[in-house]
């Protein structure tokens, strides 16, 4: 049972580049959602899914695309990239209401 | 504007001491309220949560003690020991955010040995 898992751990990326952050959990939790966390911030929603094929945004979601084809995975997508995605993301997943159990996040640098 | 504070950004106590972390928040439909803790570079791994209809709940050498009414709650850990240092997240939801959660900005804890 590895519960959430995310790769990569740490991404440098140039401005205007393009990538997915993976994440999967094996749980068979139905919700799932994504989180950037910055200084003083705590932590951001940026999108969330409370089922495969249902996704919906959150607080913080420009500049962020998301799908949901299966229960177990929740890529998070960045279009064009830029400075301001600098952060560290964590993907979260629960069942209803419940608390969520979080990956360990990735580090994204955007230069 | 933040629905959930953390006025203290940082906090150090003796260990063997209480810790007492705050959180106070501003929207009255949380009715739900969770505590997390953080070390550096893994993720948030949640400690207690409480609920509306009660006002404190335990669990070992934590406590968490929620005031509906100053809408404030609290975490208490007694005693305090090194292993507990770390980045401690306030978190609310309620009927109107669904599964979502609204998190504060976190408070630090340093436990002195």
């Known amino acids: 049972n590895a519960g959430v898992t995310q790769t990569p751990k740490f991404q440098v990326l140039k401005t205007g580049q393009s990538m997915t952050l993976q994440c999967a959990q094996d749980?068979?939790?139905?919700?799932m959602s994504w989180y950037r966390q910055d200084p003083g911030m705590g932590l951001r929603l940026i999108h969330y899914s409370v089922g495969a094929g249902i996704t919906d945004q959150g607080e913080v979601p420009n500049g962020y695309n998301v799908s949901r084809s299966t229960t177990e995975d929740f890529p998070l997508r960045l279009l064009s990239a830029a400075p301001s995605q600098t952060s560290v993301y964590f993907c979260?997943?629960?069942?209803?209401?419940?608390?969520?159990?979080f990956g360990p996040g990735t580090r994204l640098t955007v230069l | 504007d933040q629905q959930v504070k953390q006025n203290s950004p940082s906090l150090s106590v003796q260990e063997g001491r209480i810790s007492i972390l705050n959180c106070d928040y501003t929207n009255s439909m949380f009715d739900y309220f969770l505590w997390y803790k953080k070390y550096p570079a893994e993720g948030p791994t949640f400690l207690i949560s409480i609920s509306s209809i009660k006002d404190k709940n335990e669990d070992g050498r934590f406590t968490v003690f929620l005031n509906k009414s100053a809408k404030h709650l609290s975490l208490h850990i007694v005693p305090s020991q090194p292993g507990d240092s770390a980045v401690y997240f306030c978190?609310?939801?309620?009927?109107?955010?669904?599964?979502?959660?609204?998190f504060g900005p976190g408070t630090r804890l340093s436990v002195l040995p």
């Open positions: 749980m068979n939790h139905e919700y």
């Open positions: 979260a997943s629960s069942w209803p209401g419940d608390e969520q159990f």
């Open positions: 978190a609310a939801s309620g009927h109107n955010y669904g599964q979502n959660f609204v």
